[in-house]
C-alpha cells in the first residue's frame, strides 16, 4: 500500500516517499490562475512556473494536484528520495469536464440574454409610455391602454419565465457535473495512494458504439474491477433491490439505480474485452464520494465502497480466476490505446 509519509533521516536529508511518476506529474493539468490550464511539465519546461508555483500548489487544489506538485518539486530540487510509487492513472474521456464547461458557458450566455432583454424592453417600456400611453391616456383611450399593458406584461412574463427556468436547469446541471467530477477526482485519489504500482487505474473509458464512459476501470493482480461514482447531496439507501433517496423527508426512488448501471457497464465492457481475443470476468463496484451512512448499504450485492473504507476494501479485492501478468500487460495495452482514441476523438470535436 502506496502512503504519503516523509520521514525525517538527519539534519541534512529527509527522505519523502512520492506516490506519482514524474510522467504522471508532468501531464497533470495545472490549476492555478497564474498559468495557463495546460501540462504542468510544459509549464514548468517554457518557464511559465518554477518552484515557487509548486510551492503553492502543494498548499491549494485537489489531493491529486497537491501530490503532482510535490511530485515535481522534488524532482526540481534533486533529491527525489526514497521512492514508491502507486498505480498509473490513464485519463480517457473528459465527458464530466466538457459538459460542465458547456453548461456554464450556456447558461452564462442565457444570463446575458436575459439582462440584454430586460434592458431592451425598459428602453420599449419608456418609449411605449410616453409615445402612446401617455396621448392614449390624454385622449380617454382606456381600452387601449389596457391591452397594451396586459400584452406587454404576458409576453414579459413568457419570455422571463422561460428565460429563467432555462439558466436555473443549465446552472443546477453545471453544479452536478462539478459535484461529479469532484467525486471523481476525490475517489480516484484515494485509490491512487492505496493501490501499489502493480494496479493500473483508467478514467472514463468510453467504448466504441455507446455514450456512457465507465467511470473507473482497476487492471491488477486482483482482475479487472468497473466502479461507478456516485455523488450525491441526498442520503442514499438500498432497499432490498432497489436504490432510494432520501428527499424532503421521503424516501423515493433513484431514476437511475446505480447497481443497474455498473452491471451493464461491466458486461459491455467483458463484450469488449471477447472481440479482442480476451475472456476475463469483470468485476463490479459502486463507489460514493459523498457521505453517506455505511449500514445503508449493508443489504447490496453488489460491493459499495465509501471514502472511508475504501482503503480496506480494495486491501480485500478479488476475482473468480485471477489474471497471469501477462493478460494484465495486454489488458492494460487495449485500454491504454482505447484511452489514447478517445482522447484524439474529442480533440478534434473541439478544435
Not at 506519482?20 to 510544459?42: D, I, N, S, Y
Not at 476501470?217 to 432490498?240: H, N, Q
Not at 457497464?265 to 469488449?272: E, G
Request: aromatic content about 8%; glycine content about 8%.
Amino acid at each position: 500500500m502506496a502512503q504519503q509519509t516523509e520521514q525525517k533521516i538527519d539534519s541534512n536529508q529527509v527522505v519523502v516517499e512520492l506516490t506519482m511518476t514524474l510522467e504522471e506529474a508532468r501531464q497533470f493539468v495545472w490549476q492555478g490562475t497564474r498559468a495557463p490550464r495546460e501540462p504542468m511539465g510544459k509549464l514548468l519546461d517554457s518557464k511559465q512556473l518554477d518552484r515557487g508555483d509548486l510551492g503553492w500548489a502543494i498548499d491549494c487544489g485537489d489531493p491529486g494536484f497537491r501530490e503532482a506538485a510535490r511530485t515535481l518539486l522534488a524532482h526540481s530540487i534533486g533529491q527525489p528520495g526514497g521512492l514508491r510509487f502507486g498505480p498509473e492513472v490513464v485519463e480517457g474521456s473528459q465527458y464530466l469536464e466538457e459538459r460542465e464547461r458547456e453548461s456554464l458557458i450556456e447558461g452564462s450566455m442565457l444570463v446575458g440574454l436575459a439582462v440584454a432583454f430586460a434592458v431592451m424592453f425598459a428602453a420599449a417600456l419608456v418609449q411605449t409610455i410616453f409615445s402612446y400611453i401617455i396621448p392614449q391616456l390624454n385622449s380617454g383611450n382606456i381600452v387601449g391602454v389596457i391591452f397594451v399593458v396586459l400584452f406587454s406584461g404576458v409576453g414579459l412574463t413568457l419570455i422571463g419565465g422561460y428565460l429563467f427556468r432555462r439558466i436555473r436547469r443549465l446552472l443546477q446541471s453545471y453544479r452536478d457535473f462539478r459535484i461529479g467530477r469532484e467525486g471523481e477526482d476525490e475517489v480516484v485519489e484515494r485509490l491512487r495512494t492505496t493501490l501499489d504500482n502493480c494496479w493500473t487505474i483508467f478514467r472514463n473509458l468510453h467504448l466504441p458504439g455507446h455514450n456512457d464512459d465507465i467511470d473507473i476501470v482497476l487492471v491488477g493482480p486482483w482482475g479487472v474491477w468497473a466502479v461507478e461514482v456516485k455523488s450525491s447531496r441526498f442520503t442514499i439507501k438500498i432497499e432490498g433491490r432497489k436504490w432510494e433517496l432520501q428527499v424532503k423527508g421521503r424516501w423515493t426512488a433513484a431514476r437511475n439505480n446505480p447497481s443497474d448501471q455498473i452491471t451493464a457497464k461491466a458486461r459491455l465492457l467483458n463484450d469488449f474485452l471477447k472481440r479482442q481475443g480476451i475472456t476475463r470476468w469483470v468485476e463490479r463496484a459502486i463507489a460514493l464520494a459523498s457521505p453517506q451512512p455505511i449500514s445503508n448499504f449493508d443489504l447490496s450485492e453488489i460491493p459499495v465502497w465509501l471514502l472511508p473504507t475504501i482503503e480496506e476494501r480494495v486491501d480485500h479485492l478479488s476475482t473468480r480466476i485471477p489474471p497471469t501478468q501477462k493478460e494484465t500487460q495486454q489488458i492494460v495495452a487495449i485500454f491504454k490505446d482505447l484511452a489514447t482514441k478517445q482522447i484524439a476523438i474529442e480533440e478534434a470535436k473541439y478544435q
